[in-house]
């Protein structure tokens, strides 16, 4: 009989999803033999309510920023207690049980900690499953800590150093990196790859947001329209339809060198025909940047969990920080005229590439399955 694998994520942006999306596709390479389910457990278990908190979650972070500053940062350094475990379960995941025996899962795999709190929570109360849980930022929140979890996969070796301060055991966390899809890890011909996006052999500047299309995206795609006669532009709005709509309908971007998407599913092609990624530093996109090689200005990074991400990755040199309109000219103007700075990005890139091992989580879970 076959193992089953249940990988449980949750909605709040795309990131926590795409992650057991490339964990399941690496693990299906490894051993097509095992039964993989992904579910976004709160969607499924409470639809309404995650729906809710979603939206709110998304006005918090970027209307009322030093709001949402405070509460991650409010006892951000301690495990999650047991009242606000059980909080998580009874407005999200009420009845994980029907889940859990319906699948009866030989291992969960949690990519949030929502996910990765109750799972934790019901083994404690007795439940018998083996657990796993993928950080998907630079930075461990206390929210994560559960001393149920049988192994971590996280992305650096601080994260691994907090993990252990907050009283996760060493031996039972596992530096990584964090999982990309297997897609980003293969280098394919820019040339090509443009012809068949329908891209001129140009400089190529890609702008993104996230799936949900954040992080000041209008601020930079005007300042850097002015640029379109000497570089190719291409803008990803996520999901954001209205956002996409608006610069559409300005005719600032109705130009043969801007290209304005809205979500798309292979953003390692997008990645791979650019060289140069403007973003706001989430934990996924950023790593699928370091593994397509192309060169990160980070702009806006929400409070909280992005702008922890960005401290990172400014720090080990794998991207620059825009502080306003001036710095992106002029990393723009490097990109055309003065490439040194840029190039020194994507080196990098290349050396921190080698210190990571995504299929070493799935190596290791595969192992611990079997046990």
Avoid at 63 to 71: D, E, S
Avoid at 277 to 286: R, S, V
Wanted: with cysteine; net charge negative.
């Amino acid at each position: 009989m076959p193992k089953k694998i249940l990988i449980l994520s949750e909605p709040f942006g795309l990131g926590h999803t795409k992650v057991a999306e490339g964990i399941a596709q690496r693990i299906s390479m490894y051993d097509s033999s095992i039964d993989i389910k992904i579910m976004e457990l709160g969607s499924v278990l409470k639809p309404f309510i995650t729906s809710v908190f979603v939206h709110s979650y998304q006005k918090l972070s970027t209307q009322l920023p030093t709001l949402w500053r405070k509460l991650y940062h409010f006892q951000q350094h301690q495990p999650v207690s047991m009242s606000l475990q059980y909080s998580i379960y009874k407005l999200f995941h009420r009845k994980i049980e029907d889940v859990l025996e319906q699948f009866e899962p030989d291992l969960v795999i949690c990519t949030h900690p929502f996910c990765s709190s109750t799972v934790a929570r019901k083994k404690r109360l007795g439940f018998k499953v083996k657990q796993c849980t993928i950080l998907t930022d630079c930075y461990a929140h206390g929210i994560w800590a559960q001393p149920e979890v049988d192994l971590y996969f996280v992305p650096n070796q601080g994260v691994k150093d907090q993990m252990v301060d907050m009283g996760i055991k060493s031996d039972r966390i596992v530096v990584t990196g964090i999982p990309v899809d297997p897609k980003f890890s293969t280098n394919e011909n820019k040339h090509h790859i443009r012809k068949e996006l329908n891209l001129k052999e140009l400089p190529t500047v890609l702008i993104m947001g996230g799936g949900l299309g954040l992080g000041g995206i209008p601020q930079i795609a005007n300042t850097i329209a002015k640029w379109k006669e000497e570089l190719q532009i291409v803008i990803c709005t996520g999901k954001n339809e209205k956002l996409k709509d608006s610069l559409l309908d300005n005719k600032d971007f109705q130009h043969t060198n801007i290209h304005v998407l809205g979500y798309v599913d292979n953003v390692d092609e997008w990645m791979e025909a650019s060289d140069l990624l403007i973003t706001k530093p989430g934990g996924l996109t950023c790593f699928e940047a370091i593994f397509k090689g192309v060169p990160l200005l980070i702009y806006q990074p929400l409070f909280g969990h992005e702008e922890e991400n960005c401290q990172f990755f400014v720090k080990q040199e794998l991207a620059i920080e825009l502080s306003g309109e001036d710095m992106v000219d002029d990393y723009i103007n490097k990109l055309l005229n003065e490439p040194e700075e840029i190039n020194k990005i994507r080196q990098n890139m290349q050396q921190f590439q080698q210190k990571m091992d995504p299929q070493r989580s799935v190596q290791s879970i595969v192992e611990f399955l079997y046990q």
